[in-house]
Antibody
């Protein structure tokens, strides 16, 4: 059974850094597209980043240059390093297994339970 | 990366059908057949309901169907049931290796 478990969220001051983790089971992350999607309180979903095969990564303009997606295949875990955090980054962050071909993400077929990041002084 | 446009809310009685629209542009919904729909109950993670415009994943009831015409995609739920009450989000590939979601629609089963 495919399972994704998100962790690492918490309260952080503006300008601070935080690293989120997504532990996967039931499949190998090295052969799949993986994404981060966030949801601000009471708001809709926003795509953040995805990891294509090898070391190719893509980011939404709102986080480009501040967030870095990475993975450790030996631990079957996806990460999101978030730097220079702003109040508007406050959200529940979900990792999601994605289906895609050639760098094009078609859909997100399995989701983690989400982890809440609150950026506030 | 502007969000796709969805109605904020729709409602229907048990047994009825409802349709949720999702309007984008020729750069996203109209340009690709990679539209997906997600159901989200309060406090829960989203769940894939429709992918590639009209395909249903295994386990999703046949009451859920998707379609697309031009720059607008639609999700239709027939034979409404109480457990269908949730938020629904559309999503589309938007070119240049990016993805865009709709603002979400709250479905109320009366």
């Amino acid at each position: 059974e495919v399972q994704l478990v998100d962790s690492g969220g918490g309260l952080i001051q503006p300008g601070g850094s935080l690293r989120l983790s997504c532990a996967a089971s039931g499949f190998m992350i090295g052969s799949n597209y993986l994404s981060w999607v966030r949801q601000a309180p009471g708001k809709g979903l926003e795509w953040v980043s995805f990891f294509y095969s090898g070391d190719i990564t893509y980011y939404a303009d709102s986080v480009k240059g501040r967030f870095t997606i990475s993975r450790d295949n030996s631990k079957n875990t996806l990460y999101l390093q978030m730097n220079s955090l702003r109040a508007e980054d406050t959200a529940v962050y979900y990792c999601a297994r994605s289906y895609g071909i050639g760098g094009v993400v078609y859909y997100f077929d399995n989701w983690g339970q989400g982890t809440l990041v609150t950026v506030s002084s | 990366q502007s969000a796709l446009t969805q109605p904020r809310s729709v409602s229907g009685s048990p047994g009825q059908s409802v349709t949720i629209s999702c309007t984008g542009t020729s750069s996203d919904v109209g340009g690709y057949d990679y539209v997906s729909w997600y159901q989200q109950h309060p406090g829960k993670a989203p769940k894939l309901m429709i992918y590639d415009v009209s395909k249903r994943p295994s386990g999703v009831p046949g009451r859920f169907s998707g379609s697309k015409s031009g720059n607008t995609a639609s999700l239709t739920i027939s034979g409404l049931q109480a457990e269908d009450e949730a938020d629904y989000y559309c999503c589309s590939y938007a070119g240049k290796y990016t993805v865009v979601f709709g603002g979400g629609t709250r479905l109320t089963v009366l």
